[in-house]
């Protein structure tokens, strides 16, 4: 009886699931089982364990005979427009600028895609889904496509807007098509905009239909290879179906640039020219677009460089009068505070007279707002 529940219970009980698992083309459980083989062979058959982990790290990187060839994106059977977007290969992506503990986050899921090979002969599997958080302008896009190239991976962008069907039905055979498709090869699958698709079921406002949709999604993400990644973004964390949480490694949550960030973009954006800015002049920038997104930046940078070199004045009283400009444009009422912030750590080196010229405004009312500051 003890031999029989060995063998019931041990390596040899993983055979009939992996034959069973590939006959039913399940190939999730296919992957489970064969990782589940990995560890129990280590030490009593540690060549067959170290054969089976190669076999599993050679279809995680979705080579020989793995790799799916000439496969056109699933397109949707009403509007026939092309569910997903793909890149095979992603050139001159940034990486987006973050924080010291996102950036270690980030740097651990990258080191255990590269090492998934050691991984998966220890009998572990890497990370391969990473949900994203944040206001628009934080960077989710921006690391997906940063990601796919340092990875060397193909990326795949599935646009929700088609793929939610008027035909509410269709909706959940578009999201299996476009889960299908991704697992055929090594690719980063990346749905923008996930809230759409991974609501709480417990929303009242929502028909049933959409409930099961969030189901279909659920059990698609259950089957994710291994050799794949799996990508989602939202701004609105807030509604989506606790039961999708536990479905992803890692939920990092990016926060709007701070000061330190702002200016790691700025100083990116202008390139050579940040050599020309001043110190103090980068000092007013970290102070006013502390909290601003990091599109909004770059377009402020993009503005400055343009009015320096078609009007031809010095870079640093360009990037101030933008940056007024900016300001007054988007809300009046800060113009004073800018004035006084600028005067505020330029001292001596911006004058009233010519803070005043930069903003537009009277030099009395420059005054007058620098005094106020003052008293507050």
């Given at each position: 009886?003890?031999?029989?529940d060995?063998?019931?219970?041990g390596?040899?009980?993983?055979?009939?699931r992996l034959?069973?698992?590939?006959?039913s083309?399940?190939?999730?459980?296919?992957?489970?089982?064969?990782?589940?083989?990995?560890?129990?062979?280590?030490?009593?058959?540690?060549d067959?364990?170290?054969?089976?982990?190669?076999?599993?790290?050679?279809?995680?990187?979705?080579s020989?005979?793995?790799?799916?060839?000439?496969?056109?994106?699933?397109?949707?059977?009403?509007?026939?427009?092309?569910?997903?977007?793909v890149?095979?290969?992603?050139?001159?992506?940034?990486?987006?600028?973050?924080?010291?503990?996102?950036?270690?986050?980030?740097?651990?899921?990258?080191?255990?895609r590269?090492?998934?090979?050691?991984?998966?002969?220890?009998?572990?599997?890497?990370?391969?889904?990473?949900?994203?958080?944040?206001?628009?302008?934080?960077?989710?896009?921006?690391?997906?496509?940063?990601?796919?190239?340092?990875?060397?991976?193909?990326?795949?962008?599935?646009?929700?807007a088609?793929?939610?069907?008027?035909?509410?039905?269709?909706?959940?055979?578009?999201?299996?098509?476009?889960?299908?498709?991704?697992?055929?090869?090594?690719?980063?699958?990346?749905?923008?905009?996930?809230d759409?698709?991974?609501?709480?079921?417990?929303?009242?406002?929502?028909?049933?239909?959409?409930?099961?949709?969030?189901?279909?999604?659920?059990?698609?993400?259950?089957?994710?290879?291994?050799?794949?990644?799996?990508?989602?973004?939202?701004?609105?964390?807030?509604?989506?179906?606790?039961?999708?949480?536990?479905r992803?490694?890692s939920c990092?949550?990016?926060?709007?640039?701070?000061?330190?960030?702002?200016?790691?973009?700025?100083?990116?954006?202008?390139g050579?020219?940040?050599?020309?800015?001043?110190?103090?002049?980068?000092?007013?920038?970290?102070?006013?677009?502390n909290?601003r997104?990091?599109?909004?930046?770059?377009?402020?940078?993009?503005?400055?460089?343009?009015?320096?070199?078609?009007?031809?004045?010095?870079?640093?009283?360009?990037?101030?009068?933008?940056?007024?400009?900016?300001?007054?444009?988007?809300d009046?009422?800060?113009?004073?505070?800018?004035?006084?912030?600028?005067?505020?750590?330029?001292?001596?080196?911006?004058?009233?007279?010519?803070?005043?010229?930069?903003?537009g405004?009277?030099?009395?009312?420059?005054?007058?707002?620098i005094?106020?500051?003052?008293?507050?």
């Amino acid at each position: 009886m003890a031999k029989k529940d060995k063998v019931e219970h041990g390596w040899m009980g993983d055979i009939p699931r992996l034959i069973e698992a590939g006959l039913s083309e399940d190939k999730k459980n296919i992957e489970l089982t064969a990782m589940s083989l990995v560890r129990r062979l280590r030490k009593e058959f540690p060549d067959v364990s170290r054969d089976v982990a190669t076999v599993l790290s050679g279809y995680s990187r979705g080579s020989g005979a793995f790799r799916s060839v000439g496969i056109a994106p699933p397109a949707d059977r009403d509007s026939h427009a092309n569910l997903l977007q793909v890149e095979d290969r992603v050139q001159g992506a940034l990486k987006p600028v973050f924080s010291e503990g996102i950036e270690k986050i980030v740097g651990r899921f990258v080191e255990e895609r590269i090492r998934a090979d050691e991984l998966l002969e220890a009998g572990v599997f890497p990370a391969n889904k990473l949900l994203l958080t944040g206001a628009p302008g934080t960077g989710k896009t921006m690391l997906a496509t940063w990601l796919a190239q340092e990875l060397g991976m193909k990326l795949a962008v599935f646009d929700l807007a088609t793929s939610i069907s008027s035909l509410l039905g269709n909706t959940g055979l578009n999201i299996k098509r476009i889960f299908n498709f991704a697992k055929q090869d090594s690719i980063i699958l990346f749905l923008d905009e996930f809230d759409a698709i991974a609501k709480r079921r417990d929303d009242s406002t929502d028909v049933g239909e959409l409930k099961r949709i969030v189901n279909v999604l659920l059990k698609e993400m259950e089957s994710w290879p291994a050799r794949s990644i799996l990508i989602a973004a939202t701004n609105h964390p807030e509604m989506l179906d606790a039961a999708i949480y536990r479905r992803f490694d890692s939920c990092i949550a990016l926060p709007l640039p701070g000061k330190e960030q702002a200016v790691n973009i700025v100083q990116r954006a202008f390139g050579d020219y940040s050599e020309s800015i001043s110190s103090e002049i980068m000092d007013v920038l970290a102070e006013v677009l502390n909290g601003r997104n990091a599109s909004e930046i770059v377009l402020y940078a993009n503005n400055s460089i343009k009015h320096h070199l078609i009007s031809g004045d010095p870079l640093n009283d360009s990037l101030l009068e933008t940056l007024l400009e900016k300001t007054r444009l988007e809300d009046s009422k800060k113009i004073g505070d800018l004035c006084r912030i600028t005067k505020k750590i330029m001292g001596r080196k911006m004058p009233v007279r010519k803070l005043a010229e930069l903003s537009g405004l009277s030099a009395t009312s420059v005054q007058y707002h620098i005094k106020k500051g003052a008293a507050k």
